[in-house]
């Protein structure tokens, strides 16, 4: 069982709708937790980061964790084109090192 | 402008064929390491460094080595490359401690190895 699980898609919306975007893990050590973006041919560029349960909110993203149940979401509201891309999420282990969900590829139809 | 910049961001070449794969931060970061990122799995940590001199494995160090003799500078090495080291590579380079929100990615660099 890897220790992150995320579903890899692809997720293809219509323009406006509400995206959710779920990672579940298996290590209580993880404390921090962080969803990237990435474009195509583009490193992964940092989105959310939290580090507690609870929501985080930033615009038009809604990051929420759920220790007890180990379960991370993504929400995107009234989502763009240009949202589309592949999101990831991490989680810290130990000193700096992330771990990494296989990534789900999102794609947002004008 | 906050840089990881690594070189080169693409390349091919044939097993056994040696290469090095450079990355330089801007930031005066202590800590650096490198992914490799392959369909379906997606970030695998191979190497890490806390500070110069100072490195250790990830998860998939197999067929790689790294050194940090500067700060600034963690090239990842590739002494003789197989078909199954063909993936995209990300290094990435951050403060330090246990925090998540200062780690920054380099570009990628895409490698084939025939």
């Known amino acids: 069982q890897k220790e992150v699980e995320q579903d890899p898609g692809p997720l293809s919306v219509p323009e406006g709708a509400i995206v959710s975007l779920n990672c579940t893990y298996s290590n209580s050590a993880f404390q921090y937790f962080m969803w990237y973006r990435q474009y195509s041919r583009k490193g992964p560029e940092l989105l959310m980061y939290t580090y507690s349960s609870g929501n985080k909110e930033d615009g038009r993203f809604t990051a929420q964790v759920d220790k007890s149940s180990k379960y991370i979401s993504l929400f995107i509201r009234d989502s763009q084109p240009s949202d589309s891309a592949t999101y990831l999420c991490a989680m810290i282990q130990g000193a700096q090192k992330l771990v990494f969900g296989q990534g789900t590829r999102l794609t947002i139809n004008p | 402008e906050a840089q990881v910049t690594q070189n080169p961001r693409y390349l091919i070449t044939v097993t056994g064929k040696k290469l090095t794969v450079t990355c330089s931060q801007n930031m005066n970061h202590e800590y650096m390491s490198w992914y490799r990122q392959d369909p379906g799995l997606g970030l695998r940590q191979i190497y890490y460094?806390?500070?110069?001199?100072?490195?250790d494995k990830g998860d998939v160090p197999e067929g790689y080595k790294v050194s940090r003799k500067e700060k600034r500078n963690f090239p990842l090495i590739l002494e003789s490359p197989s078909p199954n080291q063909t993936s995209l590579y990300f290094c990435?380079?951050?403060?330090?401690?246990?925090?998540?929100?200062?780690?920054?990615f380099g570009e990628g660099s895409w490698l084939t190895v025939v």
């Open positions: 990435a380079s951050s403060l330090g401690g246990n925090s998540g929100n200062t780690i920054y």
């Open positions: 460094s806390m500070n110069v001199e100072v490195t």
